[in-house]
DNA sequence: CTGTAGTTTCAGTAAATACTGAAATTACAG
DNA sequence: CTGTAATTTCAGTATTTACTGAAACTACAG
């Protein structure tokens, strides 16, 4: 016989792991986002020394990624009055949680690649040769394709979800 | 005074180190992502030879690579008659790379990730404490979320990029 | 102020990951 | 078949990346 609390323990590891596991999806360490899949699956403010125990790691690796995951926007500090501790609480709206990790992926990782494609285009505008016309073609048309997809997650992600969701589903479904 | 020559291999050289940093964004090896920058980049079709002078890699390494890029749909390879050796090009339409980069992602990272999110939401319906309806909620969110995205991502990359991007521009725009 | 609980930092270390290179295998030409 | 060029494999190694833990620092209570 399995208990109620047990269950949900079990339940609440399996998601932790496999939160974990999609933490290349995002960019960031597997550490990082069980951290996140932690504070999630919890209804309490938590803090460092609970996510230590929780997670089996060090006080520093734990402190790193906390402060990590506030600066993301993920998750905010509480004070408990009376208590000296900092404890930590995740934003649990779905569509905020994906806002925020298109926003910084776009931020760390698509900007600075759309960059570096549009200097490779300018600085073989105009050569001649068929080599250099086709690179430079090639090139061109992944900085426009990059451009324009980042431009409609931009906007998608400044909308509120029933406004964007819906009308997706009517597009494509 | 720069050459023509000159200033194609320095753009080119920055679009391979440039497309290797994204390897992460797609879940990939820096190596991986540079090989296939370095097809992507070339008029001719590639050797395993010349892959491992031009981006200074040992033979198993280009070999496992290309092997991988083949897998995957980004490269194909290609037999000149008379030369015993094995050529590779790059698959060079936009849309088709982004798609086969999409099915991969998904088919190794979302779809797994889907399961178990599904799993976690099954193993708490029903409970009856706070806790675990809160976590419930949660995963059960985040699994339709998910669901969600994929079916409209799928859906997108199964259509022609001229009937979605322009809608989706529309749309956003 | 002073003592203490709490937090941050980072040099050193551990763990994960990717790469090498040479031996084994395969595939082709003669 | 036979010899040779090309490819594949994978155990060992290098490199990268993430984590630890203890010392330094900070902030609060008394």
Redo the contacts between chains.
């Keep these: 016989m399995t208990t ?2 047990e ?2 323990q ?3 590891d ?2 932790i792991e ?2 974990g ?2 933490g ?2 995002w ?1 960031v360490t597997r550490t990082m986002a069980q951290t996140h899949a932690a504070l ?2 919890a ?1 309490e403010p938590v803090s460092t020394d609970d996510l230590m125990h929780e997670l089996g790691i060090s006080r520093g690796n734990a402190n790193q990624t906390l402060r990590q995951l506030v600066e993301w926007g993920l998750v905010r500090s509480v004070r408990v009055r009376g208590d000296r501790k900092e404890y930590f609480v995740a934003e ?1 709206k ?2 905020k949680i ?1 806002c925020i990790i298109a926003r910084e ?1 776009k931020r760390r ?2 900007d ?2 759309l960059a ?2 549009r ?2 285009a300018a ?2 505008n105009g ?6 016309k ?2 430079h073609k ?2 061109s ?2 900085a426009d ?1 990059l451009s ?2 980042n ?2 997650l931009e ?2 992600a400044a909308r509120e979800e029933s406004t964007v ?1 819906p ?3 009517k ?3």
């Design positions: 109620e609390p269950k949900l079990e339940a609440r399996l998601f496999q939160w596991a999609m290349s999806l960019g999630l699956a209804e649990k779905v569509w994906f992926r990782e698509i600075p690649a570096v494609l200097e490779c600085r073989t050569l001649r040769n068929r080599n250099a086709g690179f090639l090139v048309q992944l394709f324009t997809a431009n409609i906007r998608a969701i009308a997706l589903l597009l494509f479904g």
